[in-house]
Each structure stands twice: as C-alpha cells, then as structure tokens.
C-alpha cells in the first residue's frame, strides 16, 4: 500500500526556526486546515503538540473537534455553525452578518479587510463590528488580517501592516474607554513572519513553513527549511521493456534500450496529480515513465518499495501550481507514518 511518511525532525526543525523568528514557541499558531496542508490533521496536531504548540488554526468546527483537546485555543477561520461551546474554540468573524448567527460567550475574532477584499470587515466598519459584538455579549478575543502578497516583492506588504498598525491603536483606545480585556492582534502568515524584523504581534499563523516550504522570490532571504512529508509506493508488478517498446497511456515513454520497469500502487486517484509528458525524475531519484494513471505509475527499476518523492517544489514547477496545492492535494486515505 502506498503511503505518506512524516518526518518528526523535519518538522521540529521547521517550528525551531519559526519560533526563532516570532521570539517564542507561544507565539506561533501552527494552520491545520485542509486535513494539515495534506499532512493528516490529527497527527500533525499531536506532533505540535508534542513540541509545545498551544495554537491552532483551522477551516472547521469539524476540524476543530477533531484536534480540541491537543490545544488551549483553536481559531476557526470559515465557519460560524458551530453546535457545542468550547472554551478553546475562537470564531473568525469575516462579516458583519456572521456576529448575528453566534451565541452568547463565544470567542471572536474579527478580521478586518486590509486590501486583500476577499474576506474581512472594512477598517470603516471595524468600531461598529466592535459595539455589535459587545451588544450581543460576544467575547471578543483577536482582531487580524490576512496579507495578499507577503511572499511578493511589491508595497502591497507594507501598505496593509500601516493600515493594520492603525488599526490597533484604534481598537486599543476603544478597549481602554470600554474597559475592555486585552485583545490579541495578530496579522503574519509564513511569509509575513519572515519579513517582519521585529515580531510584536500576539501571536503568527503558520502554515506552510511547518510544513518546509516557504516559496518567495529570493531576494526575501527566507530561510530554507525541510519538507515533513515524503510519498511512498509499493510495487504492484514487474516486467522487462524492450528497446523501442512504449509504456502507459498514449506510449508517451518509448524504452531507449531494454529495461526493468514496475507499476507502483499510487496515481492520480489518489492525489499525486496527473503526468502527462515522457518521463519525470522525482526528488528522489526515481524515473517515472510517461503518464500517471488513476491507480498507478511506472517507474524504471523493481524495488518493492521505492519513495516516490520527498520534496514536492519541483512537481509543483511542472503542475504550474505552488507547493500549497501540491501537498492539499494528496487523498486524505493514504496511510499516515510518522518517522
Ligand atoms: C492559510 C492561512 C494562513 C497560513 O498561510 P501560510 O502561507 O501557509 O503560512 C494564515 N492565515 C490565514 C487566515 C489563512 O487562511
């Protein structure tokens, strides 16, 4: 059976570096959603637990349910249909109509549409979101932003941090009038964290670079990190190809000499998206011959077990994607290892 491994060093490694840069491991909110980036929610939930994580962020009450007792605060970021109250459980407010489906107590934070006018309350409208939520006895617990191009080498970074900027000394005020409790602020993917110098938010949320990726262009000097998850495949079949013979679907691969080849057990039903050219070698050495089909590949050699790839950059090159849909896109069924 193919599987997924998940390398436990690797991933600490990752949360080092990034606690590093934010000052402190209770500075970091680790993102879980989309089954952990492809990663398998649940283990990688334990092993930030393990290391000393005590935030989460996910898409899901689902989700949320799943991991409640791995973290003291889980930030739930598209769902406001939530059945059970949970003190670890903060709701992302991204409209203003949302505050009206809560009830009482519950946790919010509320985001606020800096410029990237996807999700999020308009800085106009943030004092209003605020005395709404007091009305309807809502906890309000963080205030955020989601930057549109931290990973870019363009003013759209530095334009939304000066609106965020001002926007906390506006919710300060409001808090000290109000006698408010202290709000968390907090406005940092991966990338924004390492372009911030001096980290003074509550708190950054990281996805991508737990998981060992961080794509920008280089002139960011972000810091290399190491891949967690790594695609594995056992051998279904052998058989000899012979000079000139063709392989796969279509016979986009013909043999240069005669050669061992075998079908391994993984192919785009199960998420390691479609190949359609003559042949690919992967992170890890191996050749995949012509097209991937939906059950299997065709690799040239006949090891039983073989790692398919340990780095997904130079797949998500060809896919003409990024390393994000790469990795989501692996079949939440694959077996998890963790190594
Ligand atoms: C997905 C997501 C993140 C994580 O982004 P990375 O680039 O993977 O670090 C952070 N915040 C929000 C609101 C998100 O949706």
């Known amino acids: 059976m193919s599987y997924i491994k998940l390398n436990k060093q690797n991933l600490f490694y990752n949360l080092e570096v990034c ?11 680790i993102v879980l959603k989309d089954n952990a980036y492809g990663h398998g929610l649940l283990q990688i939930a334990t092993l930030a637990n393990e290391f ?22 889980i930030l739930i970021l598209a769902d406001t249909k939530i059945d059970t109250l949970s003190h670890s459980f903060h709701i992302a407010i991204n409209d203003l109509q949302s505050l009206e ?35 309807l006895k809502l906890n309000i ?21 000066t609106i965020f900027q001002g926007l906390k000394e506006e919710v300060k005020n409001i808090c ?5 409790p202290k709000i968390a602020f907090h406005s940092c993917n991966s990338a924004a964290l390492f372009r911030t110098k001096n980290f003074t938010e509550d708190f950054a949320r990281i996805g991508i670079a737990s998981y060992g990726y961080l794509d920008g262009v280089d002139a960011l000097n972000f810091p290399s990190l190491r891949p967690v998850l790594s695609l594995y495949g056992n051998k279904l079949s052998s058989r000899t190809l012979k000079k000139a013979q063709r392989a796969g679907y279509g ?28 042949e690919f070698k992967t992170s890890c050495g191996k050749r995949i ?7 299997s590949i065709i690799v040239e050699g006949n090891d039983e077990e073989i790692c398919i790839f340990d780095n997904v950059s130079e797949l998500s090159k060809i896919h003409e994607t990024i390393t994000y849909e790469m990795l989501t896109s692996l079949n939440q069924n694959l077996k998890r290892v963790i190594d």
């Open 19 to 29: 606690a590093k840069q934010a000052g402190d491991k209770n500075k970091l909110a």
């Open 52 to 73: 000393g994580i005590k935030k989460a962020v996910v898409q899901t009450y689902k989700e949320a349910i799943t991991i409640e007792h791995l973290f003291d605060a």
């Open 101 to 135: 489906e809560l009830c009482e107590n519950t946790n919010i934070h509320i985001k606020i549409d800096t410029g990237m006018h996807r999700n999020g309350i308009s800085p106009e409208m943030l004092e209003v979101a605020i005395y709404r939520a007091l009305e």
């Open 141 to 161: 617990c963080g205030i955020f932003t989601h930057h549109k191009s931290a990973d870019e080498l363009t003013s759209d970074f530095f334009y939304q941090n």
């Open 176 to 180: 000290e009038k109000l006698n408010m």
């Open 251 to 278: 016979g986009t691969y013909s043999a240069s000499e005669d050669m061992t080849v075998s079908t391994y057990d993984i192919g785009y039903g199960d998420g390691f998206r479609r190949l359609g050219g003559t």
């Open 289 to 295: 011959l012509g097209r991937v089909s939906m059950d």
